[in-house]
């Protein structure tokens, strides 16, 4: 069974936002005042919630909750998607009797769309009456769109001092996205929570340390939703605190969380059939060795050529060339599962797609680019694009 | 019947290269040398026909011929490519009694894979002898590759002061490509003849300035080939000549072929049911209008969109937000086909959707987006994604 943190319910409803049956609005409630942390979306265009939620974690640096629904993004949605959000979250306040700016929100779905405030009104007292009698799972559905499975990963930590009953510490993270797609009602969400007592200051540090080497080391198309968000609140509940000097104990558990979420976020990719992995090394710096990661993560030839199973190093090569990293084309490499294919600038003689054969039906297929330029190092994964990718998002509409 | 400009022949021939009975060879020869210019991949990994060429073109600035074959690429083949090629020049330059170096050779075809240097040198002395008795469609056909249709544009061109005969000038150009796809078998490979008189600097000049605002103008999948390739070859027979001063007479009727062949180009993408004419305008300046604009016509979720007839503005706004371009979010405007969607930061309301139906259907569909940031313009032409772009590059084996 799924460890919680202490101090932590789950609360889930349907609201019908969805037009279904299916539960669409989900809440986690601390028993008392959480440090809180936020990483967000960089589009320009940011949705009301993304820019709600940021100006209340500026504010205090706690929260008492995360609410969240699913079915309508309140995205593009101009000053009255403000005026809605806000809304909203004071009806939530009100039935969970705390400060409305206590509440961070989140958003996903439709694009473009005013909120239902009528469904809110009558959803907000029921999801607060649920609160308790839920679990970590029924918050997982109740945020999920596109996604074809919930995803839920978790990490037990010892040896922290304690300052109370000196129990474990847990961290548990929730996630649901099927590639950074939007307006599609894909967006990123994740909520990852520890009952350890950490300072706002340094959980900061270590959710954003712990997104930059999960969550934004996955392509599914590139796209980048308005609402994409990660919250890391953490109760202190487990009576053990994470001082700057034994950070490094909590932070591990907590990459090690995301970065489980982030491969489910790419093996749900829309349509996708594999997660592969693409590691750079050799580049002139780390960005080179990011922007030929990125761009062959991106490259529907490479991406549409491992869905057919094809080890066609000739596109990843392609990639590579135009990625406008900078390196000596006599001293690039590049192999699939570990097996050599081009060497230093010349094609490997042999027979390395017969032995590909086997790699190429894996769920995780492997790919390694050496620029022979520098020390630079990147890694990302990415779902593959197939049919049902095209089917998705050729058949959704807005 | 096809203008043909003085001084051109052409042949073609079966060499085998394609494993099947379709012409794959061909050539354009003139009678006498021939100013030409030559605009190339920026492919960090150009192929070895594209590094013969660029040699060839910086030391005189002349050509008798060009020589295309399709079939196999020989890119990606290290030295022995560079061997291959010039040797398949030599035999070419024997057959056709001219100097191997006048010869400006292209490939186009499986990447990764040595030439079959017998097929050369059975195909050199028939092609050769094709060379007159073959016609301008005959030529196109033999450089096709997965293209759905032959591409072929002309102009005419008077008032050029005559020196000869005074005749009217042809402009006569084609292309084969479907796709900025490599390795696959859709390289973009252009040549455009025309009968003027012109000095090989300013020819360079017309080439440069009209394939900027044509075929570096449109986006199929963003992938660009190791072997891109197009051509200017002015015969002078037509006994007019281009100086600086009437250049501009010209150089519209050369970026006239030229756009008319992207247009196809871009209608021919792989899979494409729909061109995306994408207009950006307002942006601080030209980089960041290009940018949006190339940001929108690589989104999978804006060409899936167009591919499904939606009109969905939201994924429109989402790629500008992500874009990196600088501009005030409430400064921004979306329209699809004129139809206003976004205005100023607020989506419109109203039933603009509706009134979109109708142009959805059409075969040229239109995005423009306007930053409100300065007077920076761009525009791109872009296939949409459907499904058998995935079909022809998931199934296709290298």
Redesign the interface.
Known sequence: MIPIPKGFAFGAVCAGFKNSQKLDLGAVVCEKDASAAGVFT????PAAPVLVAQEALEKSGTARAVCINSGQAN?????RGMVDCKLSMEMMGGALGVSEESILPCSTGV??VPMDMGKWRDAAPKLAESVGSCSAMDFTRAIMTTDAFPKLAWARVTGLPGNGDGGPVHVLGIAKGAGM????MATMLSVVMTDAEVEPELLREILKESVDISFNRIVV??????NDTVFLLASGAAGARVERENKAVLAEAVAEVCQALAYMIAEDGEGATKVIRISVTGAKDTDDAEKVARTIA????VK??V??K??????I??????SGAT?N?DHVSITMGNIPL?RN???VEGQA?LLLAPHMRRQDVEIGVDLGAGNGVYEVLASD???E???I??????
Chains 1, 2 share one sequence.
């Open positions: 960089k589009n320009a265009f995205a593009a949605t101009g000053e694009i473009g797609i939007c307006p599609n198309d590139g796209d980048t939703s308005t991106k490259s529907p030839l549409t050529a869905y057919g094809d080890p066609n190093w000739g596109r090569l392609c990639a590579v060339g135009y390196f084309p081009f600038g010349q094609p797609k694009l197939g049919h990718y095209i089917r998002n050729a058949e959704y509409t807005s």
